[in-house]
């Protein structure tokens, strides 16, 4: 156990190699052809070979990057590497969970089996990011729209009717008046407003870059309701899916626990999850270490204690990775379908009073007649 401990800490990964840009749909694409070739009873170096030339007569420059790397690791295996101490090489592609999942496959001749449940996590992960994206640049496109549609009537429709009411010798009210004066207020002083949101943005985005920056997000975000909940299911998805596919491949659980929190982004979760590690590695039981965190969800380290008891880690795990990702799909599709009312009717109630403040002294106007 604490040879494990130890070994789980320690992912080495050569620097002296050149770094290969390749994204996660690329690497998805490539291990699903390998796990394709290698079924169908295809070595691994021809299998290589195949990618390899398939990806070189292409002559796209996004798939060079995969072609150099493919040609790479068929070379380190063809000299006598295995193909997951080749892949350690290149940890800027490879993360450590894959290439341990890899050489666990390897050690026990699962290696077709692991690269299809490794293709099927991204395959996951991605069609999840991308669901999560659409759910936040709808509502981000709608809220621009409305502060754009605000604008351009304080800034422009506005100043106009003013010089209407002017040669009417209308007395304008305080609201008209106010918004009259945000208007010239923003005709004025526009680019200045303008720099200075980009210099507020800038400085968020450097603030973010910092480790202490990100540190107090991470904290801000997971305790704001809902969007934590969000978040930390988030995250859990991650989490849970790679260590059923750890320990599936047969690693040992502290080993498996430190790869899977290699996939943790957010830094208190990380934090807390190390904390679980070290419990773990000192002999406590993993649902135990998990409950005293106080930060994991109640269900996560109920379902932890029952798989402690039966000893299916893997498939309790799966089943919790499909729930929280079922759960965050869900979430989203509500949070979209309520938030475009929601947007829609503040845009409504906005517009409606600038028009209604225009029309003001038309009323005045009217009552004085009568």
Same mark, same amino acid.
């Given at each position: 156990?604490?040879?494990?401990?130890?070994?789980?800490?320690?992912?080495?990964?050569?620097?002296?190699?050149?770094?290969?840009?390749?994204?996660?749909?690329? !690497?998805?694409?490539?291990?699903?052809?390998?796990?394709?070739?290698?079924?169908?009873?295809?070595?691994?170096?021809?299998?290589?070979? =195949?990618?390899?030339?398939?990806?070189?007569?292409?002559?796209?420059?996004?798939?060079?990057?995969?072609?150099?790397?493919? /040609?790479?690791?068929?070379?380190?295996?063809?000299?006598?590497?295995?193909?997951?101490?080749?892949?350690?090489?290149?940890?800027?592609?490879?993360?450590?969970?894959?290439?341990?999942?890899?050489?666990? =496959?390897?050690?026990?001749?699962? *290696?077709?089996?692991?690269?299809?449940? !490794?293709?099927?996590?991204?395959?996951?992960?991605?069609?999840?990011?991308?669901?999560?994206?659409?759910? &936040?640049?709808?509502?981000?496109?709608?809220?621009? $729209?409305?502060?754009?549609?605000?604008?351009?009537?304080?800034?422009?429709?506005?100043?106009? *009717?003013?010089?209407?009411?002017?040669?009417? +010798?209308?007395?304008?009210?305080?609201?008209?008046?106010?918004?009259?004066?945000?208007?010239?207020? &923003?005709?004025?002083?526009?680019?200045?407003?303008?720099?200075?949101?980009?210099?507020?943005?800038?400085?968020?985005?450097?603030?973010?870059?910092?480790?202490?920056?990100?540190?107090?997000?991470?904290?801000?975000? !997971?305790?704001?309701?809902? &969007?934590?909940?969000?978040?930390?299911?988030?995250?859990?998805?991650? @989490?849970?899916?790679?260590?059923?596919? @750890?320990?599936? =491949?047969?690693?040992?659980?502290?080993?498996? !626990?430190?790869?899977?929190?290699?996939?943790?982004?957010?830094?208190?979760?990380?934090?807390?999850?190390?904390?679980?590690?070290?419990?773990?590695?000192?002999?406590?039981? *993993?649902?135990?270490?998990?409950?005293?965190?106080?930060?994991?969800?109640?269900?996560?380290? +109920?379902?932890?204690?029952?798989?402690?008891?039966? /000893?299916?880690?893997?498939?309790? $795990?799966?089943?919790?990775?499909?729930?929280?990702?079922?759960?965050?799909?869900?979430?989203?599709?509500?949070?979209?379908?309520? *938030?475009?009312?929601?947007?829609?009717?503040?845009? /409504?109630?906005?517009?409606?009073?600038?028009?209604?403040?225009? $029309?003001?002294?038309?009323?005045?106007?009217?009552?004085? &007649?009568?």
């Amino acid at each position: 156990m604490i040879a494990d401990c130890e070994n789980s800490l320690q992912i080495c990964g050569s620097t002296s190699q050149p770094a290969y840009r390749v994204s996660l749909r690329q !690497l998805r694409i490539v291990t699903r052809q390998l796990a394709s070739l290698l079924r169908s009873g295809m070595p691994l170096v021809p299998a290589l070979s =195949a990618i390899h030339h398939q990806l070189a007569s292409v002559g796209l420059a996004r798939d060079m990057h995969v072609a150099r790397l493919i /040609g790479y690791l068929k070379g380190r295996v063809n000299s006598g590497s295995s193909l997951s101490a080749a892949m350690n090489e290149h940890p800027e592609v490879f993360e450590p969970a894959f290439v341990a999942t890899i050489a666990a =496959a390897e050690a026990s001749g699962t *290696l077709d089996q692991a690269l299809v449940d !490794l293709a099927e996590q991204m395959e996951q992960r991605e069609a999840l990011r991308m669901q999560v994206i659409s759910s &936040i640049v709808y509502p981000i496109f709608m809220i621009c $729209l409305a502060i754009a549609v605000v604008v351009f009537m304080l800034a422009y429709i506005l100043p106009g *009717l003013n010089q209407v009411f002017d040669q009417m +010798h209308l007395v304008i009210p305080w609201p008209t008046r106010l918004l009259m004066n945000t208007g010239t207020f &923003i005709r004025q002083y526009g680019l200045v407003l303008g720099f200075g949101c980009c210099v507020a943005m800038l400085a968020v985005a450097l603030l973010w870059g910092t480790e202490r920056g990100r540190r107090s997000l991470d904290h801000l975000l !997971l305790s704001i309701p809902y &969007i934590g909940g969000l978040l930390m299911k988030a995250q859990l998805v991650r @989490l849970a899916m790679t260590l059923s596919s @750890l320990l599936n =491949a047969g690693l040992p659980l502290p080993k498996a !626990l430190a790869m899977a929190g290699n996939t943790l982004t957010n830094h208190r979760i990380k934090k807390a999850w190390q904390a679980v590690i070290d419990e773990v590695c000192e002999g406590q039981p *993993l649902a135990a270490a998990v409950r005293r965190t106080g930060l994991f969800p109640v269900l996560f380290h +109920h379902v932890l204690a029952t798989a402690d008891d039966t /000893g299916g880690f893997e498939g309790c $795990l799966a089943e919790l990775a499909q729930m929280y990702r079922y759960d965050l799909q869900t979430a989203s599709k509500l949070a979209v379908s309520m *938030l475009e009312p929601l947007i829609l009717l503040v845009m /409504g109630t906005v517009v409606g009073l600038i028009v209604l403040a225009a $029309l003001l002294p038309i009323f005045s106007l009217n009552q004085t &007649i009568g």
